[in-house]
């Protein structure tokens, strides 16, 4: 089992940056691909990052060319750098532990950390 814990979310204006954390607990992380999903009021969760364990990444296309997911294996810990930031990315964000076979599958979810873009 891992246990994540994301760290990095706040209030930010349009235009902005944040850097999401997320820390695993375990010696399995390098063994896992990573993700970051998000959830705003009223809308369902939708998946935004994924990176393999190869380093392989993909991105929901609202975000591409503005997000970049990222890990250090070394510090069991996977990064959101998000940048140019709009007032929709306004959503809690989750970090996520899981599998990519063609698609990717959730297993283990962190609480999540709240993002807000605003003037």
């Known amino acids: 089992q891992v246990q994540l814990v994301e760290s990095g979310g706040g209030l930010v204006q349009p235009g902005g940056s944040l850097r999401l954390s997320c820390a695993a607990s375990?010696?399995?992380?390098?063994?896992?691909?990573m993700a970051w999903y998000r959830q705003a009021p009223g809308k369902t969760r939708e998946l935004v990052a994924t990176?393999?364990?190869?380093?392989?990444?993909d991105y929901e296309d609202s975000v591409k060319g503005r997000f970049t997911i990222s890990r250090d294996n070394s510090k069991n810990t996977v990064y959101l750098q998000m940048n140019s930031l709009k007032p929709e990315d306004t959503a809690v964000y989750y970090c996520?532990?899981?599998?990519?076979?063609?698609?990717?599958?959730?297993?283990?979810w962190g609480q999540g950390t709240q993002v807000t873009v605003s003037s």
């Open positions: 996520n532990a899981g599998q990519y076979s063609g698609k990717y599958y959730p297993a283990y």
């Open positions: 375990g010696s399995m992380f390098s063994f896992y691909d």
């Open positions: 990176i393999t364990r190869r380093e392989s990444t």
